[in-house]
């Protein structure tokens, strides 16, 4: 089954015998223990050639019957490293007809395939040299430099929820310029499937290779089936930017959308709002319908921005035009701290091309600039897009996975690839397929030592991890609502994307409006209340409605799994504090767009107040660092004292930037032995250093730097802890 962009459940080969220990040909043909290659079945070579386009020339439309082409090779991603090293190599070929499902990795996030370093550079024929760079086993890395691309796979499979993480389309970039054409996998993460339908890969399910594997063709249009009419379109031309040209010169009819009257979704009302074209004149829209829809402002920052403008570059021309300069921005906020990071020192002549050709992008077109001043960032791009350009009832895109953040702001927002970032901007416009949604009713309120980054945990532990919020709108209301403030409802949207949703909006009311109003004097707030909304009483919601109960909520962690024997590192990893025994740390860091708000600065500040004022300073072998997330909080804290204390427990208090989140700044382990307590959102093996890294909420970040071994917080704690000096 599949369901909405980009996702679908195979059900094949889901149970059955193991592999473990079976003997197969090797690829001389010899018997060996363990795994060998299946017996290979004759390919037919597709009428005409290739049914692709070669690495050197990966963009073209595919053919209407595809097939395997005849030498070229399927890699599949195993949790026994071992078989990938010996597939790598050329010793081994596996067939899907000998897997099972459960035999494949699963949550392969996108700082695996192309860890923050490989994106320095931003030409995908060199990005795809070191695909896979982030998958470590036992301290080394499973693919060399060009081992992907050389290896002649056209073909890679994976288990479930492939491309987690980050919105880096480098991800795709990577395999597909190394050859890849199709892209195997039980489910996909909603980004992650749109950059493959932009790039022009193929996704298939495991049933599908099997086939293929057989020899057989499999037509076009079941690669396309399960999608909206707008994406099938896509994936027939062979990508998002063939798909435009295509429509620009009247080679496409659009689908027409005729959905009645009917109850809708906060994401449905606001897309229904935002509808040109065809169907603009109903007003409603339902969950699968393609449709087109102006976006109301964007942005990118200096991870993304230089491949957004040598894509408009090689496709419209050196003097490309963009639409609505003025509703975009750049942002330098992502690498304004690498230089501290030893490992990313030798790239720092690659980050300064990142940043000069953001320069150049942002002289060009006239978006609006974030860009730092006297070595200081303005501030993490979705912290200050919340404060300063988000508003109620508006459709965001940008090239960040956690543009969902400014959901808090009662408006839609979701990140994005480069590719589709690059079209919008220079229309204006964007095609979506209208998503499902799931809602939580929220009651009660949260006890104290616990907070909203508790609440994400268990979302993501019980909801997140058996794909309940996969590819949907996650909808919050309810009374307990009005318990959060702006800054905890930020922390519920920032975290949609750990639970591969396709974004968070939460209601509106009074303290919505006041906050944005504070922030923006010369904003109209009777627009601003005019633009909110609010889901009709009968709305349907495919992921169902769901009662939680705030004063339930307990303080949680998410562990760090244990990659190397296949257990993903993962935010979904939930557990208890109170339950996962005696875990000594060595680095607690409080900051990122997720955990470096006002409110998360006041938690932090709260704990540390309470341990100096019994004597205490951090554990002596604890590095606790605090960041800020924007300059509006850096004042704040300056303002109301925050600072002193910090330093004074000896904390070490950073600029605003997004820094150690994405391994980029002070934070980072250096070392596969350190253990991490952090307030970000994502604890992916290797993201932030080699080490072990526990997710946690501020309160429990800040507790366990005193007490050094993770801890939640409570009050008065600290009389029963010895005094450190």
């Keep these: 089954m599949r369901t909405g962009l980009g996702y679908w459940c195979s059900t094949a080969r889901q149970s059955g015998a193991s592999v473990a220990g079976r003997a197969f040909p090797s690829s001389d043909g010899s018997r060996s223990g363990g795994f060998g290659t299946p017996p290979c079945r004759g390919r037919i070579p597709a009428p005409g050639g290739p049914a692709f386009a070669t690495a050197e020339q990966p963009s073209m439309k595919p053919s209407d019957l595809i097939r395997l082409t005849p030498g070229k090779r399927v890699l599949y991603l195993t949790k026994d490293p071992e078989l990938i090293r010996r597939q790598l190599a050329g010793e081994l070929n596996l067939e899907m007809a000998h897997l099972r499902v459960e035999d494949l990795l699963d949550d392969i996030n996108t700082d695996a395939m192309t860890p923050a370093w490989v994106c320095f550079s931003h030409r995908p024929e060199d990005i795809a040299r ?57 489910s996909f993460a909603p980004i992650h499937a749109g950059n493959n339908i932009n790039q022009g890969v193929l996704m298939a399910d495991h049933a599908m290779l099997e086939r293929l594997e057989a020899g057989d063709t499999v037509p076009l249009e079941e690669f396309a089936s399960g999608f909206d009419p707008m994406t099938r379109l896509k994936i027939r031309w062979g990508g998002l930017f063939p798909f435009s040209k295509a429509l620009a010169a009247g080679e496409i009819e659009l689908p027409t959308v005729a959905t009645g009257e009917r109850p809708m979704t906060m994401a449905e009302k606001i897309l229904a709002r935002h509808l040109r074209g065809s169907g603009s004149e109903t007003g409603y829209v339902q969950p699968g319908d393609a449709v087109v829809v102006d976006v109301d402002a964007g942005y990118s920052h200096e991870f993304t921005t230089a491949q957004v403008h040598e894509f408009l570059a090689r496709e419209y021309g050196a003097e490309y035009k963009i639409a609505n300069p003025s509703s975009f921005a750049v942002f330098e906020d992502h690498l304004i701290y690498a230089d501290e990071v030893p490992k990313m020192r030798p790239f720092l002549d690659k980050i300064e091309v990142l940043r000069e050709l953001q320069r150049v992008f942002q002289r060009h077109t006239g978006v609006r600039d974030f860009s730092a001043r006297d070595g200081v960032s303005p501030g993490i791009c979705h912290e200050v897009a919340r404060e300063l350009i988000v508003s109620p009832g508006q459709f965001v895109q940008a090239t960040d996975s956690h543009t969902c953040m400014g959901g808090c702001n009662n408006a839609l927002t979701w990140g994005v690839g480069t590719t589709e970032y690059a079209n919008l901007v220079h229309s204006g416009f964007t095609t979506v397929e209208v998503p499902e949604s799931i809602r939580f009713e929220l009651t009660g309120r949260l006890a104290v030592g616990v907070t909203a980054k508790d609440l994400m945990l268990h979302i993501l532990l019980r909801y997140a991890r058996p794909q309940m919020t996969l590819n949907k709108v996650m909808e919050f209301g309810g009374e307990g609502v009005a318990s959060l403030s702006m800054d905890e409802r930020a922390t519920l949207t920032n975290m949609a994307t750990e639970c591969s949703a396709r974004g968070a909006i939460v209601e509106a009311d009074k303290k919505t409006i006041d906050w944005i109003c504070a922030r923006r004097p010369h904003e109209d707030r009777k627009a601003l209340e005019d633009g909110a909304v609010t889901a009709d009483s009968a709305a349907h919601y495919d992921g ?30 939930g557990a208890l504090v109170e339950e996962i025994g005696d875990v000594p740390i060595q680095i607690a860091y409080g900051g990122s767009c997720t955990a470096g708000k006002i409110d998360d600065l006041e938690f932090y500040h709260r704990v540390v107040k309470e341990a100096v004022g019994e004597g205490l300073s951090i554990a002596p072998e604890v590095e606790f660092l605090i960041q800020f997330g924007s300059a509006e909080v850096a004042e704040h804290c300056r303002r109301h004292g925050f600072v002193e204390t910090f330093e004074q427990a000896g904390i070490r208090v950073i600029q605003p930037g997004c820094g150690a989140c994405i391994g980029c700044g002070p934070g980072v382990s250096e070392d596969p032995e350190q253990v991490t307590v952090s307030a970000i959102n994502r604890n992916y093996k290797g993201r932030s250093g080699p080490g072990r890294l526990y997710l946690a909420s501020p309160l429990t970040v800040a507790a366990s730097a005193f007490a050094g071994r993770i801890t939640a917080y409570k009050p008065g704690m600290f009389r029963q802890l010895p005094v450190t000096v």
């Design 544 to 573: 169902g409605v769901h009662q939680i109960d705030l004063s339930a909520i307990l303080p949680m962690v998410a562990h760090p799994g244990d990659p190397d024997r296949g257990i993903p590192s993962d935010p979904t990893n």
């Design 130 to 186: 070191d695909a896979y760079a982030g998958l470590i086993v036992d301290g080394e890395r499973l693919f060399a430099r060009d081992v992907l691309r050389d290896g002649g796979f056209e073909v890679i499979v994976s288990g479930y929820r492939k491309g987690v993480g980050s919105s880096r389309e480098t991800a795709v970039q990577a395999e597909k310029w190394c050859g890849v054409k199709i892209t195997v996998a039980a």
